[in-house]
């Protein structure tokens, strides 16, 4: 029987073939019908066609003709869909293979052809423990080369023993690269210096003086899994540079970043220091930085000590406490989606601006660049034709439609009601044009949905003098008188730099891009810059967004 099914079944694997022959011998040792339980299993085609399919790509570098090219096809792609994503206006074909390349199936086949490459698929086993005496160690002889580049490792004390160990590793530096260093493990001798109660510094400063071949003897840890960097991208929303954090394990493995970068978090594992690597810089080392949870930490001790020494820091505190705190935020690329543009809302202090920089940039293109008119129940004034400048409604009007949650952002000025309907925003955006929002600044959030993805542009002003000179040199009327009949006073501008600077303060993590509107001309030309970025690049948002 075995023969003939042998026969029948020729592409079979040898081992597996040998296996089945073998049963026909162990037929008299062992219970009949666990041999043809085993029988049926060998037999089968899943098993036949897992085997066939794990001989295959076994032989991936082995045979020339099936070596891959390379093991980092989906980081090619990513590179590719950004090239693409700036010149599909130019050509059907870079159009049709963007859609292509973001098709979900294309995507999972190289994700496999890159597991396959990196040899991905082959379990992970634990090491097999060496027989010893009990009162043995085993010790492992570790010998790295020095050069400017740090270990990427850090030490510390453990609060048990007291020994030295390993504290963490850091991706991508040297001793992570070496795969011989674990967290975990217990240093014994340095450049056979014993290191029995000396303290992290002490090991530090032997190390900072050694030269060349640094020999390290170690104890292993119980856990030696190789570490596996995550996925996950944020947008840093504080300035942090590792040398001036007096609380921080090794300022040598900080890792310095400012307001707005974004960084690859590869490690998670300690509550108070992640590890990271700016995005811009995928092979550099990670280094330490301080974890979400760390950081707010910080924020509230620091807001409390202002509390506690200024009475005015605490009113502006009081303002910031209603807001989430600003640490890290969770980011993924938008890629752009043709015909569907995101709203461009600019945001800024009172009598900046935005709303002339709307005007002309709607001037430039009608029929692309348009904004929904605003409601109000204010009545209406000389000059003004309903549904022009604004849809006058009455109050209990407009409190119901807000009731009905109709209206995407509004609010109060003057004792009358001011927003703007979700109805027309999505008109707009339906219509395949660009929807240019001027909002209050208090509306931000109500704006930042997943559902609306706002490109969010903040118009700041200059420095009071420029301010005063380009006002006055233009013939800027003040905004803040309702006729528009005399110019800013230097109060209104020394007003309007305070609050773009409170603004700032409480909702700068939420800004795509920052225009200072000195010259109108020259802040025109960013502003368009800007849009024509949200139009055709693909741009971090928050992760949500894009799941």
Request: with cysteine; hydrophobic share 35%.
């Amino acid at each position: 029987m075995t023969a003939v099914v042998m026969a029948k079944n020729s592409n079979w694997d040898p081992a597996v073939s040998k296996l089945i022959s073998s049963l026909k011998e162990a037929e008299s040792l062992s219970d009949a019908q666990e041999i043809e339980f085993l029988r049926s299993l060998l037999e089968s085609k899943e098993l036949n066609a897992l085997v066939n399919v794990h001989s295959k790509v076994a032989k991936v570098g082995k045979d020339d003709r099936l070596a891959p090219l390379l093991s980092t096809s989906m980081q090619v792609l990513f590179e590719v869909l950004e090239l693409l994503s700036t010149r599909c206006h130019l050509s059907p074909v870079c159009k049709e293979a963007f859609h292509l390349f973001q098709n979900p199936h294309f995507q999972s086949l190289l994700c496999a052809h890159d597991a396959i490459a990196q040899k991905d698929f082959y379990p992970h086993l634990p090491e097999i423990p060496m027989e010893m005496d009990e009162d043995e160690e085993t010790i492992k002889i570790v010998q790295l080369v020095k050069s400017n580049e740090p270990l990427g490792a850090t030490i510390k004390t453990d609060e048990e023993t007291g020994k030295i160990v390993i504290a963490r590793i850091m991706h991508g530096g040297a001793a992570d690269r070496s795969g011989l260093i674990h967290v975990g493990d217990e240093v014994i001798e340095v450049n056979g210096i014993n290191v029995e109660g000396k303290t992290p510094g002490d090991v530090l400063s032997i190390l900072q003086n050694s030269e060349g071949t640094i020999t390290f003897k170690l104890v292993p840890s119980d856990g030696k899994m190789g570490q596996r960097e995550s996925k996950v991208r944020v947008r840093a929303h504080f300035d942090y540079n590792p040398e001036n954090d007096p609380y921080i394990p090794c300022k040598e493995a900080g890792l310095a970043f400012e307001r707005g970068d974004i960084l690859h978090i590869v490690s998670q594992d300690d509550a108070y220091w992640w590890q990271a690597r700016k995005e811009s810089e995928r092979t550099a080392r990670a280094g330490l930085i301080p974890s979400r949870a760390l950081q707010e930490r910080r924020i509230i001790h620091e807001r409390t000590q202002k509390e506690a020494n200024n009475q005015d820091a605490k009113t502006e505190n009081d303002d910031f406490d209603r807001e989430m705190i600003a640490t890290y935020e969770e980011v993924a690329k938008l890629y752009p989606r043709p015909g569907i543009y995101r709203p461009i809302v600019l945001i800024g202090a009172p009598g900046v601006g935005r709303n002339e920089l709307k005007r002309r940039l709607s001037a430039r293109d009608p029929e692309k660049f348009r904004s929904p008119v605003p409601y109000t129940t204010r009545p209406i004034r000389h000059g003004e034709v309903p549904g022009r400048e604004y849809i006058f409604v009455s109050r209990d009007k407009m409190e119901a439609d807000i009731a009905n949650a109709k209206f995407i952002e509004y609010g109060e000025y003057k004792g009358h009601l001011y927003g703007t309907s979700a109805e027309s925003v999505k008109s707009i955006i339906n219509a395949g044009c660009v929807c240019i929002l001027s909002p209050h600044y208090q509306a931000i959030k109500a704006l930042r949905t997943q559902q609306l993805k706002p490109f969010i542009i903040h118009i700041k002003p200059p420095e009071f003098d420029i301010l005063k000179e380009t006002r006055t040199q233009s013939r800027a009327k003040s905004t803040f008188d309702e006729n528009n009949s005399r110019e800013f006073t230097d109060e209104e501008f020394q007003d309007m730099i305070k609050s773009a600077e409170r603004i700032d303060f409480l909702y700068g993590h939420f800004f795509d891009e920052e225009i200072i509107n000195g010259e109108l001309a020259t802040a025109l030309d960013k502003l368009v810059n800007s849009v024509q970025r949200a139009e055709s690049e693909p741009l971090w948002v928050p992760v949500s967004w894009v799941q």
